[in-house]
């Protein structure tokens, strides 16, 4: 027993001169004394964490007593004293002189309208449908595990937004690859002509990123772009038979337009900031000057003047008779705002990365875009993802402003919905607002808390 | 294989210049592409000019800056210069700038008080501080500032008592539905000459700053700048307010059946912004505060107390200036932020640049372009100076490395 709890010091002390032996010679540490009550357990804690000082002291009952000015007040409003059930103002208004908490019933009763908007109820199914599809991209692009994460990317960037257009609005989403094919029937013979220098030129372009011989890369190309014509022009005549009717976007609404409004910025606003970025830093001084341009001019004025300029603005330079779709115009200001300060985070991550990765890949005689796509951009955007996630955040919450040009986004529901004189009772706002806060909340705090297991985990890999 | 050599005749060996086809030579694949590019934007903006033109005389929509001095014939319940409904959108303009510039001076003052304490609690080791601080921070950056502004308008302020049950402040003040009146200070005859010796107090406290931190570099003596500071900004002038018979007097609002005279009124619409700016506002500061006091390193604060040196002049002397050229750049984008969001006045109807010029005088006119090209402007302006200031302070602070 004795050997086993010190052996060292024993063994070492002990052993030549067996004299010092007596009993009253302590041959091993005294085992240690436990920490005073006061400072292990909760009373430890409470001690270390809250009244270390006087001054500490004072804060936490300062601390204290705000927590208990406003939280209890909260819960009071938001449960306790809340109205679950009704239908219609007289549940909530105040009984006895004194005024009921939240009005969830309100809530409950128009969430549908929150959701959907004036989208037609019995289609209701296409945009329940669109948020599944969402979320399996979602989960796809984000979970590490995920199988096969490669046709994920393919299915989120390409497949999914042609998907959700067809689904919503019920429209053709190929159709515009008619449009070379009605030109050659037509009278656009010039047009036809620039259509086949296009093709020639895309497989010459095609061969030369391959470095292949060009010659059967231009049939190939030439022939590939025929096909998806003709392939187009059959979808459009096999369309009509699917049978998804047409639902303007004046009726679309509510959730559903944030969240199409936020999903199209996501994802056009991320390869537009990249190209602006690789702009900036080009050594091309015309491709500098216009990124830097675009760059500075849109960071330096207000979300709401570039979306008045997409407003009103944006119909006065096309020609006459070219229709915009509102939502269009304000999914053109919102993602050009976006892609703006995109371009800033990207560049930062250029920024990062030490020069000799850029020599290294020149050394490799890799060109422009390959040493970009292979060794430059990879790296960038890793370190950038936490940046690039907070953009997204901002570009979410952004997506509030359209209420201002009159685009019906959910915020514009919830102040539609609650001055509605059938729910017209006196927390009926706070309660719209507070659904309104906890719905924005939880998209913004997913991202942000993806945003930080992010960086943690990219910051294990640089530990030593 | 050997086609690829005939192609390539880089590989041929020989001094003289290999000939590579054009499309190969990167350096004249870039000037053909930035012309391409040039050709591109300038198409396109030539045409986006030539159609606006178009539809503009089609629509007999006027252009130019000629609207500039029309009748505006519009009110502005908030202004801090004359306005009159007889006035012109020129004026009408000013005035919604000068309210803009307002909401941003005041917002970015308190914004950074309120910020900064946050910030510093955040790294509080006070649990309930710490956590309290943190919930704040998560609650308001997850949530956009629009649902935030409407909040206090809409929920908060509308809820305020009518002008008839007035609530009473303390001091003559009351709070109503249509803003807080508090009573007006009327400057006397010698009101000015206080004035004049504040000015003084300001001028004797900054060269006597100056002195002192010579003085400490000469000698290492250090003066109490503060306690002459405080005496000279606000005691010297208290003392000549009183000792000149307190030269100011008060008009008190005046709380009628229906409206209430006299005083100053602060309306609702400018409280609601303002205070939807500042703790938006102060979430972000926050969070850049944090970082800034993080990036010092521990050593650092080490190595102070290792010298000798107490808590306090840690803090003031290491910690916050090393602190201050990491957290400045954040700071300022904050700010610019702050003055960029100010801008959602619209919404709730504070009359600010935007409201008034890029709202009322653009339905007014319909000479969209004009109207947003100068709003537009007036942004990038502030933007502009700013980063130059900015960048002046960066490089007085910036690290001189070898």
Not at chain 1, 183 to 207: D, M
Not at chain 2, 19 to 37: C, H, M, S, T
Not at chain 2, 176 to 194: W, Y
Request: charged letters at 15%; proline letters at 6%.
């Amino acid at each position: 027993m004795e050997e086993n709890l010190a052996p060292g010091a024993v063994a070492g002390q002990t052993a030549p001169t067996g004299a010092l032996a007596h009993a009253y010679v302590q041959n091993e540490p005294m085992p240690p004394l436990p920490p005073p009550a006061s400072m292990v357990g909760i009373v430890g804690w409470l001690r270390q964490n809250l009244f270390s000082s006087i001054g500490n002291t004072v804060l936490t009952i300062v601390a204290f007593l705000l927590a208990l000015w406003i939280i209890p007040g909260f819960i009071r409003f938001l449960l306790t004293d809340a109205i679950w059930t009704g239908a219609d103002r007289d549940a909530c208004l105040a009984k006895d002189g004194i005024l009921p908490g939240a009005c969830w019933a309100f809530v409950k009763d128009r969430i549908g309208f929150f959701i959907y908007g004036f989208y037609p109820v019995e289609e209701r199914w296409r945009v329940d449908l669109f948020f599944v599809l969402g979320a399996i991209g979602v989960t796809w692009m984000l979970w590490l595990k995920a199988p096969r994460r490669d046709i994920g990317m393919i299915y989120f960037l390409i497949a999914l937004p042609l998907i959700v257009y067809a689904l919503l609005s019920g429209k053709n989403p190929l159709a515009f690859l008619t449009y070379p094919y009605d030109l050659f029937k037509g009278e656009g013979l010039v047009l036809g002509i620039l259509f086949a220098i296009l093709f020639f030129l895309t497989g010459f372009l095609v061969a030369r990123a391959k470095n292949k011989d060009v010659g059967p890369s231009i049939i190939a190309g030439s022939a590939s772009l025929l096909l998806l014509t003709w392939g187009g022009k059959a979808i459009a005549g096999i369309w009509p038979l699917i049978g998804l009717s047409y639902v303007d976007t004046a009726k679309w609404g509510g959730l559903m337009v944030t969240l199409v409004v936020a999903g199209v910025g996501i994802v056009a606003s991320l390869p537009l900031g990249i190209l602006l970025a690789l702009g900036r830093r080009s050594k091309l001084p015309v491709v500098k000057f216009f990124s830097v341009l675009f760059i500075e001019f849109v960071r330096g004025v207000p979300l709401i003047t570039v979306l008045f300029m997409a407003n009103t603005m944006l119909p006065l330079f096309l020609p006459e008779g070219v229709e915009f779709d509102k939502l269009l115009r304000a999914l053109v200001g919102i993602g050009l705002f976006a892609s703006a300060y995109m371009a800033e985070v990207v560049r930062a991550g250029l920024q990062a990365l030490p020069k000799g990765q850029y020599e290294g890949a020149m050394a490799m005689g890799l060109g422009y875009w390959q040493m970009m796509r292979l060794i430059v951009l990879p790296q960038a955007l890793k370190v950038t993802i936490p940046n690039i996630v907070n953009t997204y955040i901002g570009l979410f919450k952004d997506t509030s402003l359209l209420l201002i040009v009159g685009i019906f986004d959910f915020l514009k529901a919830i102040e539609t919905a609650r001055i509605d004189p059938q729910w017209a009772a006196p927390t009926v706002s706070p309660t719209g607002y507070a659904f309104a806060a906890i719905v924005y909340w939880f998209f913004c705090y997913g991202m942000a808390s993806y945003a930080r297991a992010t960086e943690r985990r990219l910051s294990a890999a640089d530990k030593r | 294989m050997s086609s690829s050599d005939n192609r390539d005749p880089r590989f041929a060996g020989g001094a003289e210049k290999p000939r590579v086809a054009f499309w190969n030579d990167p350096e004249k694949r870039g000037y053909l592409f930035q012309i391409v590019l040039f050709l591109l934007v300038g198409y396109l903006v030539y045409m986006a000019g030539y159609n606006a033109v178009d539809n503009l005389q089609k629509q007999k929509i006027a252009s130019g800056f000629g609207f500039w001095n029309n009748t505006a014939g519009f009110d502005i319940g908030q202004r801090l210069i004359s306005y009159e409904t007889t006035s012109t959108y020129g004026r009408a303009f000013w005035v919604g700038l000068l309210n803009t510039l307002l909401v941003a001076v005041v917002g970015i003052f308190f914004a950074t008080i309120l910020g900064f304490a946050i910030g510093v609690a955040r790294l509080s080791k006070n649990f309930l501080v710490n956590k309290l601080a943190t919930i704040y921070v998560e609650l308001i950056r997850n949530t956009p500032l629009l649902l935030q502004l409407l909040f206090w308008y809409n929920a908060v302020l509308k809820a305020l008592p009518d002008v008839k049950e007035s609530l009473a402040l303390p001091g003559g003040a009351f709070l109503n539905t249509r803003g807080l009146f508090f009573p007006e200070p009327v400057p006397g005859d010698k009101f000015e000459a206080v004035m004049w010796i504040l000015a003084a107090g300001l001028v004797g406290y900054f060269a006597f700053g100056r002195w002192a931190k010579k003085r400490q570099a000469a000698t290492g003596q250090q003066s109490p700048v503060l306690w002459v500071g405080l005496g000279l900004i606000v005691g010297l002038p208290l003392l000549a307010f009183f000792a000149l018979g307190m030269p100011l007097s008060f008009n008190f609002p005046d709380l009628g059946r229906f409206n209430i005279r006299g005083g100053v009124q602060i309306y609702p619409e400018f409280v609601a912004l303002t205070l939807g700016l500042v703790i938006y506002t102060a979430a972000f500061i926050a969070e850049a505060v944090r970082a800034g006091i993080q990036a010092v390193s521990k050593g650092q604060t080490e190595a102070s107390y290792a010298l000798g040196l107490r808590p306090g002049p840690t803090l003031n002397l290491v910690v916050i200036p090393q602190a201050m050229r990491v957290i400045i750049p954040p700071l300022t984008s904050q700010y610019l932020n702050l003055t960029k969001n100010s801008s959602l006045a619209v919404a709730i109807g504070y009359p600010d640049l935007v409201q008034v010029f890029a709202g009322t005088v653009l339905n007014q006119t319909g000479q969209a372009v004009e109207v947003i090209a100068i709003t537009m402007a007036v942004y990038l302006t502030i933007s502009l100076v700013t980063s130059l200031g900015m960048n002046w302070y960066n490089a007085r602070k910036a690290l001189i490395e070898r």
